[in-house]
Every structure is written in structure tokens, then in C-alpha cells.
């Protein structure tokens, strides 16, 4: 489970055109009114949990609270996080990341105008500059890329693999591909399913030393291989988000924003549900369901914040299954046994459904038994 910490809710120093929060800025209520940072403090103790400070922009909260925060992170876990954009920030900030031992993860789409979604190229600059002397001067780093037109098409891909190679020789060790949301307000930046394909392939080959999730990731998830997978895997209950839970400025619990399509910050259910995934085991592809796929048991339908409606797999799903389908392959000419071919893979698609296995991706003692 990943807490996250929002003191300032969804308030942000920029406007990124594909913002999955936005709707909840234009709502006007997702931010409680109340702002207490001894409420945070006394759920963040009662979730005895490791913790992110999140937003919007977190490191618009007050300096002196966030070292309030990190003080008890630090005693408590010996560690603290925080997601960014550095696009607001301070000399005082990267004193307290050293002090409070806080890994800085950084929202960037790479240099220039390919960041151009988020920020204009001289913003872009500013941070660029911020992000690179974190990694000069040793600090605890990591970076989300979202992928879109901007950065992944076909004559910006060349540039954004060296960026990758720079930051790989800069001590870069870990970055998460995002893939789009898409919506009215994204078709724009949306890449086509052979340009997204064709990039995270690409991606996925950079050498250096950056490890790059997705591909990894849906690798590890067809060899059956133990890992904390990302929440996107997880078959997310919308109504309680479980792997991400938010805790808001007045102290209260929140589910994952992603989730909030209209912006309406609904109440936390009390209990996890399994209707989504039951709902898209037996529901037709062609009705947006996931109902014969072999790769369901992998996928889940992926993050439900990924479609439209929730009740929907996701918008990627034939992006997915192509990667997918080429590590499947991969495997095979190299001899090794994927979930995805063994001839009782609706067994385990069976798995992802049954309630005493939700959340868990494997029955590891079955992988190892012979194939029937």
C-alpha cells in the first residue's frame, strides 16, 4: 500500500495540458478547507505506513511543515518521498532532501519542446537544470515520463533517447513510462498504437543503466517472477483504491485521483470489491471486457483510471496485448515457459477473480508445476 501525503490537495505552479486532475481543480471542492498539519500527522501515525508527499505541486506546502513531516518520516521509516515537478522550489528544499534522507521523484518529459505539454521550454530549462543537479550531487532520484506526441512520435523519439542516455551517464537508475490518458482534451498528444508500441520498444532498449518499468515490468508479470508490481496490475477497486491511499490536508482519507473522472472526490469505501474484475472476466472484448484474453491474468484490465468508465478495460488494451504478445514470443524463442502459452492459463486467469488471490498476482507454487 502507498500513502500519499496532500497538503495542498491539487494546487499546482503549472497546467499541464493532459492533467488528470484537472477536473477536480474545475470542480472547485477536492481540497478540504481545512488544513491541519497535526490531523495529517495523527492519520499518517495511525496508518503506520511509509509515505509520499504528493499533489498537484507538493512543495508548495509551507517549508516549515514539510520538515515536520520528514522529521517523523525520517524517525519512523528512515526514509521520506516526494513526487514533483520542481517546477516550484527552493535552496532550502534540497537541504531538507539531504537532511530527511527524501528519494525526489520528478514529473518531466524530456528537454525542450518536448516537455512543451507541461511548460514552456523556458521552464522547461529551469527544471531541467534543477532535476540535473540532483543527480550531480548524489541525491536520491527518479523520474516519470508520460509518453505522447510531443516527445514519442516518430521525429521526436531520436531526441528523447539520447536525453536517456544523458541522464543514464548522469547516474539515473529508474524511470516509469506513463502512457496518456486519453480524453477531448488529449486527442491532440495521443500517439498512434505503433507509435506508442514503437517507442516503448525502443525505450526499453536504451542502454545505460535505467531501468525502465513497463516493458520490465509486463516481463516479469509473464514469468511469474515475485516483485512489487505498480498499482496499475493490481485490479484496482475504484472505490478504494487500495495500493494508493490519499490523505488530505483535514487529515481524512481519500482514494487514488486517477479514479475522479467528473472531479468529484467521492467517499472512501470501507471494503475492497472485486466487481471489476469479475465484470471484465466475463465480459466480451468487443464490448470492452477482457472475457478469453490470456494475458487477463497479468493485465487486470490494467488501472481503471485508464478508460473512460471504470466499469471498461483499459483504452491501451491493444497497445498492451501487442507488448504483451512480443515478450511472450521473446520468451519462447529463448526457451522459457510464460504463463501467457501454458495450456492452462484460464486457470489462472480464474486466479485474478477468486477473492482469496485479489491483489495477489500469482499462486507461485503452481508456476512450478509441469505443463499438462
Known sequence: MSIELL???????????????????????YSPKE?????????????????????????LTPIEDLEIFWAYGLERFGKNGIQTSLSYIKQRHFELFKKYNVHVGVS????GELNAPRCNTEKTAEIHSHFSHLLRNGYNVSLIVTLHKANAAEDKLPILLKWFGMLSNLG????????????????NLALTEDEAFNAILAISSVKGNIQFDTYSEMERLLTGEKFDATCIWGGCDPYTTSAVQGILSDGTMANCGRVNKDGTNWQKATTRGNERLIALYNTPEEYNGCKGCRFFFACKGECPGQSADWREKTDHCGLLK???GHIENRLLVEGKQPISARRD???????????????DHYDYARIQAPVI
Open 7 to 29: 497538503p495542498v490537495g491539487v494546487k499546482c505552479s503549472l497546467s499541464c495540458q493532459y492533467c488528470y486532475q484537472q477536473p477536480m481543480r474545475d470542480a472547485g471542492d
Open 35 to 59: 488544513y491541519s498539519v497535526e490531523k495529517m500527522l495523527k492519520k499518517l501515525k495511525e496508518t503506520n505506513s511509509e509515505f509520499t508527499l504528493f499533489g498537484g505541486e507538493p512543495l
Open 108 to 111: 518531466l518529459d524530456g528537454p
Open 172 to 187: 539515473l537508475k529508474w524511470c516509469r513510462l506513463h502512457l496518456l490518458e486519453t480524453d477531448n482534451s488529449t486527442e
Open 322 to 324: 501487442r507488448i504483451f
Open 345 to 359: 492459463i484460464e486457470d489462472f486467469n480464474l486466479m485474478a477473480i477468486d477473492s482469496n488471490h485479489h491483489g
